[in-house]
């Protein structure tokens, strides 16, 4: 994106979106929710539908001059519909987070128990936990993951079910490494009534290229992010049968929301073109390779990675086995180049803001068309980078700086090319 406009008005402002492209050029990104939208995205994010107010759907708004703005939602909702065999699509939701509200709004009156996975064994805020709305105007039970695999235990999830026969049943989360069981939350929501809603922010883009099972015959609502797997804007969208396309409708709007972000409708349009062409089947397996080949390295080299391994794009690593803490080691590796997150590992004795692991994902780094050789030289790094981190060594990081300078020239984040040059 050219930044003269910008730079001739808010001098201050350029500089730091120019930083900000460097930095995202030149850092190894693994932060597992994060990616690199294409250019093409990047454009209809910028464009003058930011401009426009159009609340209510295509047909039926409460605003003239929607000539080109109702074409562009429709060719979003159809792309979406067709690429996750869905009977209605929504593609209104701010982003994930009111998405998922609005799926409480469809269905829940306050007061109503609900059922998701516990944030600290990998579930979202937003599926009922305590510090969240949704923890705080509903009754919230939750669900973890079994002490020794660090895998959802679907029978302790039908037995809390049954027990407390709840109106909404969330599957998906944000620090999940294995394969969601669409159809064996199917069946529980099924035998206690129960609305089941997959979550699928985090794996959107895999599911599309048809790298992680689809949920579509499983749940009665599908909710998801756009911007990361996917590879879209930042925006949210909700997906469900034909018989719940109304009330998901109103609660979108105008349930929750007002006027929908035009430029982010458009951009999701464009990347849900870019996720049905031939190229994302092969971008979506490769992030799950890439994933698999870092987390082999990791584990030749000692490492804990919570149920051992992963299948999709995401891996979680306890370095209690390391002596270093999950912030420190992030901070550390972040000086070195290679930025990911603290995060709470399953049963973590250590405090949320200060937890005993690291949380890492392959989606952006696979954008760049990196493969198994550079996360193999990424895992190297890493170890290097925490064992320095454990004994305060800042020689080493500055050392893996320079080498992931010299790795990431090579490989251009789309959008950013020219930084490359
Ligand atoms: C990221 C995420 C969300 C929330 O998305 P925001 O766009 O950050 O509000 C919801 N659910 C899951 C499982 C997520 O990973």
């Known amino acids: 994106m050219p930044l003269d406009a910008i730079s001739r008005i808010d001098p201050e402002i350029a500089h730091l979106i120019a930083d900000e492209e460097r930095r995202q050029a030149e850092k190894i990104r693994l932060i597992p929710s994060e990616n690199y939208v294409s250019s093409a995205v990047l454009e209809a994010t910028g464009s003058v539908l930011t401009n426009k107010y159009s609340e209510g759907y295509p047909g039926k708004r409460y605003y003239e001059g929607q000539q080109f703005i109702d074409p562009i939602e429709t060719l979003a909702i159809e792309r979406a519909k067709?690429?996750?065999?869905v009977d209605h699509a929504n593609v209104q939701p701010y982003s994930g987070s009111p998405a998922n509200l609005a799926v409480y709004l469809a269905f829940c009156k306050p007061g109503d128990t609900?059922?998701?996975?516990?944030?600290?064994a990998g579930g979202h805020l937003t599926h009922g936990w305590n510090v969240s709305i949704t923890g705080k105007f509903f009754k919230s039970v939750a669900y973890?993951?079994?002490?020794?695999?660090?895998r959802v235990d679907l029978d302790e999830v039908r037995a809390l079910a049954l027990e407390h026969r709840p109106k909404l049943l969330w599957c998906g989360g944000t620090a999940i490494p294995r394969t969601i069981d669409?159809?064996?939350?199917a069946a529980i929501a099924k035998e206690v009534g129960a609305v089941l809603v997959a979550d699928i922010a985090h794996i959107a883009g895999l599911v599309a290229g048809g790298a992680h099972p689809s949920p579509a015959a499983h749940a009665d609502v599908i909710s998801t992010t756009t911007h990361k797997t996917?590879?879209?804007p930042r925006g949210g969208m909700l997906m469900c049968r034909a018989a719940h396309a109304p009330a998901i409708d109103k609660a979108v709007f105008p349930g929750l929301q007002g006027g929908p972000h035009n430029h982010t409708t458009a951009a999701i349009a464009v990347a849900l073109k870019e996720a049905a062409g031939d190229g994302f089947k092969a971008y979506a397996h490769q992030i799950v390779k890439n994933a698999r080949a870092l987390g082999d390295e990791l584990l030749a080299r000692g490492y804990d990675l919570v149920s051992g391994g992963t299948d999709n794009h995401l891996l979680l690593v306890?370095?209690?086995?390391?002596?270093?803490?999950?912030k420190k080691a992030a901070r550390a590796l972040d000086r070195a180049g290679l930025v990911l997150n603290y995060n709470t590992v399953p049963f973590d004795p250590r405090k949320p803001f200060d937890p005993s692991g690291v949380r890492l994902g392959t989606p952006a780094v696979t954008s760049r068309g990196m493969k198994e050789p550079e996360m193999k030289q990424i895992a190297r790094w890493l170890d290097e980078g925490i064992r320095a981190a454990a004994r305060d060594d800042e020689g080493p990081i500055e050392t893996i700086l320079g080498e992931v300078r010299e790795l990431t020239k090579g490989f251009p984040a789309p959008g950013l090319e020219r930084l490359a040059r």
């Open 82 to 85: 067709a690429l996750f065999s």
């Open 114 to 120: 609900i059922m998701g996975m516990a944030l600290p």
């Open 144 to 150: 973890g993951v079994r002490k020794e695999t660090g």
């Open 182 to 185: 669409f159809a064996g939350f």
């Open 230 to 232: 996917l590879r879209g």
């Open 318 to 326: 306890d370095l209690t086995k390391q002596g270093v803490p999950g």
